[in-house]
């Protein structure tokens, strides 16, 4: 089985860096996702790490080390619009979209 | 492009009855997937479809089951509701996989039915 652990809760400022935690026990692995879910609204991608090492994306950036079975997402130059929740996901599998999530981190974000 | 749509957004069941959800993917996409949101368990994968086949099945009871047409628009069907059926329910669909980057993974979520079970 799979079964992904993180933080439920950080609170931050504005311009501050947050960054989230991911550490995973599965049986197979193909890469770790994350995405991100305002209140009242759908998942949204963020990031994918295939291999190990850092991914950029603008503000965000997800890094995933297989050996440790550990991958993180930062947020940098926070904003209050990323007040939302975020969700890393491992899809087990080569075949299929049949994606694992962890129980999400609530990123609170204040002025 | 337009995204993936659900429909209805909003159901109320009791329990006992039976309830199905519609899902319309982005253009192009041929795999749908399901999953149940709720509180206490989170984001849980329900079922995959691909090209009108269950490609993946999640830990659910049988009275969740789903199809897909030839158009890849996909139902889920859940009989006799519980009230602890009560969830949000997401549909995403996912693109055909290019080489390097693995988009496979990116999967286009829809706003979900938020089903109610009274």
């Known amino acids: 089985g799979q079964s992904l652990e993180q933080p439920s809760e950080v609170t931050a400022v504005e311009g501050a860096i947050v960054q989230i935690n991911c550490t995973y026990q599965?049986?197979?692995?193909?890469?770790l996702s994350w995405y991100q879910q305002h209140d009242g609204g759908a998942p949204t991608f963020l990031s994918y790490?295939?291999?190990?090492g850092l991914e950029e994306t603008g503000r965000f950036s997800s890094f995933l080390s297989r050996s440790d079975s550990y991958g993180y997402l930062l947020l940098q130059e926070l904003q209050m619009k990323d007040s939302a929740s975020y969700f890393c996901?491992?899809?087990?599998?080569?075949?299929?979209?049949?994606?694992?999530f962890g129980g999400g981190t609530r990123v609170l974000v204040k002025p | 492009k337009a995204g993936v749509t659900q429909t209805p957004r909003y159901l109320i069941k009791t329990r006992g009855q039976q309830v199905t959800l519609s899902c319309s993917p982005i253009?192009?996409?041929?795999?749908v997937s399901w999953y149940q949101q709720t509180p206490g368990q989170g984001l849980q994968f329900l079922f995959e479809?691909?090209?009108?086949?269950?490609?993946n099945k999640g830990n659910f009871p049988g009275r969740f089951s789903g199809r897909q047409f030839s158009n890849s628009r996909s139902e889920m069907n859940v009989s006799t509701l519980e009230l602890g059926d009560s969830a949000l329910y997401l549909c995403?669909?996912?693109?055909?996989?290019?080489?390097?980057?693995?988009?496979?993974?990116?999967?286009?979520f829809g706003p979900g039915t938020r089903l109610t079970v009274l």
């Open positions: 996901a491992v899809l087990p599998g080569a075949a299929g979209n049949k994606l694992t």
């Open positions: 599965t049986s197979g692995f193909y890469g």
């Open positions: 479809y691909f090209s009108e086949t269950q490609r």
């Open positions: 995403a669909s996912s693109p055909p996989p290019q080489s390097g980057r693995g988009s496979y993974n990116e999967q286009f």
């Open positions: 253009s192009g996409h041929r795999s």
């Open positions: 790490n295939a291999l190990d």
